[in-house]
């Protein structure tokens, strides 16, 4: 049995997401094993981020700067604007470099079960920037889900008097998909989805 101090640092990270108890008690053990090395290290890098974290005054990134990287780059497209519902979703476009745009991360998506409206998205903020001019372009990039299609919809709504085109993310079938192995839902979209070949 360990001690109670070790116990507390498997709970908490037992709370991350993708680790378990199990995971969190071996994770544990191996930074126990290597305290001079991998822990300190560890230890230096999660008080370096605690201390320099700040949330991204013009698109609601997280990073160490404000702006962040992404508004910083004199080398984004201004006129192009990516809304996405979290900054997950934000970080994984970025890291696959299709997107040459700048970001809008809205902070969640509507959901009447859980309570979330517009007011509690930066829904407004988004308006703001969308009618200060400049963007000639907004991608709505939501989950397809019921909850992130319906975001996409609502906003797709209040930018419709807007001088801008309004684009969205195509769902279909993935690379690599067999049909056989689809649901309904995902089939459907990619029917109603199709084009020309050639």
């Known amino acids: 049995m360990a001690s109670q101090e070790i116990e507390t640092l498997a709970s908490a990270l ?13 994770a544990v053990l191996w930074l126990v094993k290597r305290r001079e090395t991998a822990l300190v290290s560890l230890l230096d890098a999660l008080e370096t981020v605690r201390e ?14 404000n702006p962040c990287g992404v508004c910083a780059d004199p080398r ?17 476009l970025d890291r696959a470099k299709l997107f040459a745009g ?12 859980d309570g979330v409206r517009p007011e509690d998205l930066t829904i407004a903020k988004l308006l703001d ?20 299609q319906t975001t996409a919809h609502y906003i797709a709504e209040r930018l419709e008097n807007m001088a801008v085109r309004v684009t969205q993310l195509a769902h279909g079938l993935p690379v690599g998909g067999e049909l056989d192995y689809l649901d309904e839902g995902t089939l459907a ?9 050639g």
């Open 52 to 65: 320099s974290l700040v949330e991204c005054d013009s698109c609601g990134n997280v990073d160490t700067s």
């Open 14 to 26: 037992a709370r991350l997401p993708g680790l378990g108890p199990r995971s969190a008690r071996r």
């Open 129 to 148: 920037r969308v009618s200060a001019g400049g963007i000639d372009e907004v991608v709505l990039a939501m989950n397809a889900t019921l909850e992130g």
């Open 102 to 113: 700048r970001y809008h991360v809205l902070g969640g998506r509507l959901s009447a079960l």
């Open 76 to 92: 984004r497209d201004s006129r192009s604007l990516c809304v996405v519902e979290d900054v997950a979703d934000l970080w994984a």
């Open 189 to 197: 979209q990619a029917l109603r989805a199709r084009r020309p070949v």
